[in-house]
């Protein structure tokens, strides 16, 4: 099964996800099959949190791709900020 979820990356104390679609039994910061976008939670200044490609994620979930839960917020959450923007 495809899942939608968040690979770890950054330096001690300093986390930086990507939101990529990897098989469900891969490692977490492991072989992945595309990446979707990226989580900055400590993001400063004119530096962007969330930076996600809403129609790729689509296609996935269209394909039978499960979001994990922190990924659904952040989605969701990206959703809601770019529609408020428009």
Do not use: C
């Not at 595309?34 to 394909?63: C, F, H, K, M, Q």
């Amino acid at each position: 099964m495809v899942t939608i979820r968040l690979s770890r990356g950054g330096a001690k104390k300093q986390p930086f996800y990507h939101v990529v679609a990897t098989d469900s039994r891969a490692r977490r910061d492991g072989r992945y099959i595309e990446r979707l976008g990226y989580y900055n939670p400590v993001a400063r200044g004119s530096a962007t949190e969330v930076l996600v490609d809403l129609e790729r994620v689509d296609y996935w979930i269209g394909v039978g791709a499960q979001m994990s839960d922190s990924v659904k917020k952040i989605v969701k959450d990206h959703r809601k900020a770019t529609a408020a923007a428009a």
